[in-house]
């Protein structure tokens, strides 16, 4: 029940809902402590899918198991399904008048300036040094003048990070190496 | 069959690599969606505006929305399926294990190479997004017809007004804590008149 206020609150997707559940879960219900939901959301984050999916199935799966994974899934988009089925239904009916047209090519740029701003988000934790400068470079000009396809970059990603991560190890032996001779 | 059981083998995927929430969908659905001639890139970007309209998850709003607009009904209901049942699986299945293998420095070094293309792949959704509403680099049909257009050497530059929403979205975004649907629906009426 409680998830079921949440979705219905939580416009613009997963960052929003993160402070509104853990009022309701730590402070009105008192089901888990404030260290626990951090890490949870931390987690959340970082695995593949909708992040207030994730935070929510988990934070009911520790609060309740199986059964609290699955209620607090639902509760958290049967409002936000029964919402976009209901404007998509509806924006079919209209879209075809010359006024909503117009609406629509000013709603249109501030999509884009939503969708910018969640890259600016991402990007103010993901980029902290050249190599993740160089990352996010070459997955933008790959995507726009190679179309290729995210899957892939994600991948290549992923290695990028191991191997940047394996290089940072070899030189931090090759320094301690380095300090014994001295 | 063939379109609902293609939306939901598209979705099951997406989801297990839609690191970062939503938005980072939006590349792929586009060139799925154009691969099987099932909408177009400025038709999808009404589901993703609906998308941000309503409350909850955009990765979720954004499938249900899309999954309607090519298939109707069932076709938001597979999506649906398609989006929340691996996600759900994957976080009770793996959360637990993820919990402690997440200070890993392995599992760091990965997600530290994952968060920039992450970045990189959205910043590529806004562009190209932009590209295929004609709101720069306009190709002859995408035009955006009662806008300021800039042309030089024949080619179609940008739509002034278009880029002033933009950047006005993304530095209200930036400095105020509003939520998006009210920026959506201020553009709405401003769109009355400015178009």
Not at chain 1, 173 to 179: R, S
Not at chain 2, 9 to 24: N, P, R, S, T
Not at chain 2, 148 to 171: D, R
Request: glycine letters at 10%.
């Amino acid at each position: 029940m409680a998830f079921f206020k949440l979705g219905a609150v939580s416009f613009g997707g997963g960052y929003a809902i993160i402070p509104l559940i853990e009022q309701e879960v730590v402070e009105n219900k008192k089901w888990l402590e404030r260290e626990k939901i951090i890490d949870i959301f931390s987690v959340a984050q970082a695995l593949p899918g909708a992040i207030a999916i994730n935070a929510s199935t988990f934070v009911g799966y520790s609060v309740a198991g199986i059964p609290g994974a699955i209620a607090a899934l639902l509760g958290n988009v049967t409002p936000s399904v029964v919402t976009v089925m209901t404007l998509s239904v509806l924006f079919t009916r209209i879209s075809g008048y010359p006024a909503v047209k117009s609406i629509f090519k000013a709603i249109y740029p501030v999509v884009v300036g939503l969708i910018l701003y969640a890259a600016y988000k991402i990007g103010k934790t993901a980029i902290n040094n050249l190599a993740s400068v160089v990352i996010a470079a070459a997955a933008f000009a790959a995507s726009l003048f190679l179309h290729l396809d995210p899957i892939p970059l994600i991948i290549a990603g992923i290695v990028c990070g191991l191997v940047v991560h394996w290089i940072k190890t070899l030189n931090c032996i090759k320094e301690k190496k380095k300090g014994r001779e001295l | 069959m063939g379109v609902l059981f293609k939306l939901f083998i598209m979705f099951v995927k997406l989801c297990a690599f839609a690191f970062g929430g939503g938005y980072v969908m939006i590349p792929s659905m586009v060139k799925v969606s154009e691969a099987n001639h099932w909408a177009s890139a400025a038709e999808l970007t009404d589901v993703i505006a609906i998308a941000g309209m309503a409350p909850g998850p955009v990765a979720v709003n954004a499938a249900v929305g899309f999954g309607y607009r090519v298939a109707g009904f069932p076709g938001a209901v597979v999506s649906f399926l398609g989006i929340a049942i691996p996600c759900a699986v994957i976080v009770i299945v793996v959360a637990t294990f993820f919990f402690k293998a997440y200070n890993h420095p392995l599992v760091q070094a990965a997600l530290n190479g994952l968060r920039p293309v992450i970045t990189g792949i959205i910043l590529y959704a806004a562009v190209s997004l932009a590209i295929k509403n004609g709101m720069i680099l306009a190709a002859g049909n995408t035009l955006i017809t009662g806008g300021w257009n800039i042309t030089a050497a024949g080619v179609n530059l940008l739509e002034v007004k278009s880029l002033i929403l933009i950047a006005a979205t993304f530095l209200i975004l930036i400095k105020t804590k509003i939520q998006p649907i009210f920026l959506i629906l201020a553009a709405g009426v401003l769109g009355v008149f400015l178009y």
